[in-house]
């Protein structure tokens, strides 16, 4: 067991903490489970409380172009108010769930190039550290899974998946960022659209599909984004390929049937509920209070009935450097 050494605000000396997650994805609205390990330090130390942090990397558009941050999406307080003595080793076992609109991060077992991490907050006699820093895998929800499965036997490929800050209008969304899944078209759908982007809103009653084409123009007219919403349940029995395609070929040919960016529109700036929003611009200026590690994880191709691709080597790398860089900047 390696522990991680806080040596901030508790100085040389305090106690570590290593916070192990127990093995597999977790999935959006269910219980992460695991144990946060503690050693005592040279003396005994109160321990206020220990935090668990949910963190995610995410693109913001503005003025200026576009901008990369760290947010912090929920908090946990599993344990507190203990004095734990010099030398001591303890295991904290803990059970939180996952937000509904945690993102999805890998496809049958494939990474989708989007980083989650799960940080440890020790607060000891009024001072805190940030600690421990690992990757959150969270895997689809069935309704998830089969709409997905479902586009790939339809033909579309994927082409990249990541975190936008900002809102979707006229949806029921509560965190401050949503995902966003770029597919190729299909074949039959090449000559109408250049690409697909899809959105999954879940919520304890169901799961809100949010579509948006990106429609090729014709000889006299200009592209355009066309943006339609479904609403399905959890486990619902549908013939998924038939459904899915219906979705698609109305979004793509009925121009006036679904609303466009008016009705349901992005909805940049911060967000609601006090969320903070570190930037990283990509001239390597940063701005915020946090001033969040940036990371830009790459994007992989899904497998089994979607599309083959493998995550790189040099992409995994790149996101255990984010998580050990974030650690290193305490």
Known sequence: MVFKRLLGSLGIGGPSVDTVLDPGPALPGHGLTGQVHLRGGDADFDIDHITLELL????AEHDGGESEGTVTFDRFTVAGGFRLAAGERRS??????????????????????????VRTELAVAGAKDKGDLDQLTVGPLPAQEAILEALGQLGFGFKSADLEYGRIGGTGQQLPFHQEIELTPAPQYAHQVNEIELTFLASPAGLEVVLEADKRGGLFSTGHDELA???????????????VDGWIRRLVEHRASYGSHAAYGHEGGHGHHGYGYDEHHHD???????????????????????VGGMMAAEAVDEIGDFFEGDEDEG
């Open 229 to 243: 919403r479904y609403t399905v349940g959890h486990h619902d029995s549908r013939d998924w390929n038939a459904e």
């Open 284 to 306: 390597g200026r940063r701005s915020g209070p946090g001033m969040g590690t940036a990371v830009a994880a790459g994007a992989a191709g899904l497998a089994v009935g979607v």
């Open 92 to 117: 904290i076992p803990f059970s939180v769930a996952l937000p509904w609109e945690t993102p999805v991060t890998e496809l049958y077992g494939q990474p989708l190039g989007v980083v989650l991490g």
């Open 56 to 59: 995610a990397r995410v693109e």
